[in-house]
C-alpha cells in the first residue's frame, strides 16, 4: 500500500501557475470535451464511485497536460465531470479494494486491471484529495494509463514543458529585440 508518510504531501493547489488557472478552468467552467485537443492519451475506464447502487461509472478519460480528466461521454459536446492533477501522484496496482462497502460485493469481476491513483492536489479549490480508482478494460491499456501518470508525476507533462520552452523563447527573442532597439536608437542619438 501506498505509504501514510504521502498525506504529509498534499498542497492547496498546483503549484505552477499556468496549471493552477487549468485546474481551476477545468473545475469551474468544466468545458467540453471538443476543447481538449490532441489529448496524450484517452479511453474508457469503469471508475469507482461511491454509490452502493451502481459502484462503477463507465466514463471516458482524457490525458491532457499535467491532468486527468473524465466525461460521462465521448460526445464532444460533453463536460468535463472532474480532474485530477497529475504531477506528484502516487499509483498504486490494487488486487482489492480495502473500506469500499461495495467491494465485497461488486469487485470480483474488476481485480485483473485496476490501478489507483492518490493526488497530492485536490480535485477542485477547497475540495478533497479523493483517490481515482479505475478499472481498465485490459493490461495493455492499464500498463499504458500506470506509465504516463507515473512519468508525469515524476517529469511534468511533456505538453506543458513545451509550452514553457515556446514562453522562455518568446521572452529572449524581445528582450533581444528591445535590447536591439535600444542599441540602434543609442548609435543614431550620438551621431
Known sequence: MISSAYQMHKIPEPPNPHDAKDWKRYTA?????????????????????TSVVSPWDKRWFVFYGNFICYFPSQDPN?????????????????????????????????????????????????????D??????DEFQLKKWEEHVKFVAKS??????QQQLQ??????????AQTSL???????SSQ
Do not use: T
Open 29 to 49: 467552467d468544466k468545458p467540453s470535451l471538443s476543447s481538449f485537443s490532441k489529448p496524450e492519451l484517452q479511453g474508457w475506464a469503469l471508475k469507482l464511485s
Open 78 to 130: 460533453s463536460r468535463c465531470s472532474g480532474c485530477y492533477y497529475m504531477p506528484g501522484m502516487a499509483v498504486e496496482r490494487l488486487a482489492e479494494i480495502p473500506n469500499h462497502p461495495s467491494a465485497p460485493v461488486h469487485f470480483h469481476s474488476f481485480k485483473e486491471n485496476c490501478v489507483l491513483f492518490r493526488p497530492i492536489v485536490p480535485r477542485k479549490p477547497g475540495g478533497d484529495y479523493k
Open 132 to 137: 481515482l480508482i479505475l478499472s481498465l478494460p
Open 156 to 161: 511534468g507533462s511533456p505538453r506543458r514543458k
Open 167 to 176: 514562453q522562455q523563447q518568446q521572452q529572449q527573442q524581445q528582450q533581444l
Open 182 to 188: 535600444h542599441s540602434l536608437s543609442s548609435s543614431h
